[in-house]
């Protein structure tokens, strides 16, 4: 059962900020660097790889889009979108990596890929142009710049250069923030402003759509073999058929889910998504949900994240 503490509250302009923390857990994350000719064709590359890429609880992996890179900030020099993944463990993310480069970059136009991870020990690599290469029906030919190795595989509008591996490293998945309000538009304006803020933070990313989570779950369900159900105790219609969380006025909340390359980075993004989110009108509560310390080591106590920002 997802799980707030209510007995020491404090507010932040004029909202309440509920006492409890954000349990978050180890996962394998990369990052990945989409060039185009253009940032509309980057743009448009970078959301068809990271559809479907919300919560591992049914995904292969948690993805979004983390920054739009400027041409000076990307490998060649053109305009570039970064990407983050996450998965339970190195293996499953390199397979969920190939499959959705394979059948999103490599098909959309002009697009090359490189990898975004600085520095990584060569046994944590994940294999990816070395496997893509195959594409090329003995056409593919192999580059080296640097130190590192890229494929050139010959597509229709010329060539698709693909880094041969990308690096790989330890990262975090649930970091979030339930925001609630007095209605339901009321609570998306805030989240909105929320997600906007944490956008700005590099080294996260909020996977769900448009950072956004209306349906919040619990672990577990009354049904056997359901892994997860809904989070009943901030659903504001159950409010009177079940251990409420929810403020008598709050009648909408959302949840923000955040995954990122280490804490500190979670803990910026969690700090100006806070802060964002109570200037917003209509803001009730803000809270997080955890599970008693029982899924995850990594804690984000919200009254600790108002004192340090």
Known sequence: MMKTSNSSNTGLNGVKIHDTFAEAFGVTGTRLIITAVSTEWAKIAAQELTGYGTSV???????AVEQVLSQEETPDGRPGIAVM?????????GKAVVKRVGQTVLTCPTTALYNGVKECPKEKMLPLGKQLRFFGDGFQS???IGPERFWRIPVMDGEFLCADSVGSFRGIAGGNLLIGAKTALQALRASEA??????RCPGIITPFPGGIVRSGSKVGSIYKGLVASTNDAHCPTLKARCQSHLLPETTAMYEIVIDGECEQAISSGMKLGLRAASQMPGVTEISAGNYGGKLGKHHFHLHQLLEES
């Not at 993944?85 to 993310?93: I, K, M, P, Q, V």
């Open 142 to 144: 192999s580059k080296m």
């Open 85 to 93: 993944l996450f998965a339970f463990n190195r293996e499953s993310l």
């Open 57 to 63: 609880i049914a995904c292969d992996a948690e993805a």
């Open 194 to 199: 929320a997600v906007s803020e944490m956008n």
